[in-house]
């Protein structure tokens, strides 16, 4: 369908601390302790169609589903430094990334 490829979903335990550890997805039984964190990442798909063609990707990303490289890499979309769409580089990097 032309998107791109999905993502799995991951569990963390203490996720971006020294102690955080990958967990696989069919553990059973698992105790956490006290003040332990578990991150739960569910799975995405890749979408429908080139993503540079995607309508409504900055709603997506003002609302936290995307990064702002995401944004640039995946989307060929540049914002000014206000958070608006810097429509000049935007077409530039498009060019550039072949959309």
């Given at each position: 369908?032309?998107?791109?490829?999905?993502?799995?979903?991951q569990?963390?335990?203490?996720?971006?601390?020294?102690?955080?550890?990958?967990?696989?997805?069919?553990?059973?039984?698992?105790?956490?302790?006290?003040?332990?964190?578990?991150?739960?990442?569910?799975?995405?798909?890749?979408?429908?169609?080139?993503?540079?063609?995607?309508?409504?990707?900055?709603?997506?990303?003002?609302?936290?589903?995307?990064?702002?490289?995401?944004?640039?890499?995946?989307?060929?979309?540049?914002?000014?430094?206000?958070?608006?769409?810097?429509?000049?580089?935007?077409?530039?990097?498009?060019?550039?990334?072949?959309g």
């Amino acid at each position: 369908m032309g998107g791109s490829a999905g993502e799995c979903e991951q569990f963390l335990l203490n996720p971006e601390t020294r102690e955080q550890k990958v967990l696989h997805s069919k553990l059973s039984n698992f105790i956490m302790k006290k003040g332990e964190i578990l991150r739960v990442v569910t799975a995405g798909g890749g979408g429908f169609g080139p993503a540079i063609e995607r309508d409504l990707v900055i709603k997506d990303y003002l609302s936290g589903k995307i990064s702002n490289k995401q944004l640039r890499d995946d989307y060929g979309v540049v914002l000014t430094n206000a958070g608006t769409v810097d429509y000049l580089l935007t077409s530039n990097l498009r060019k550039i990334q072949g959309g």
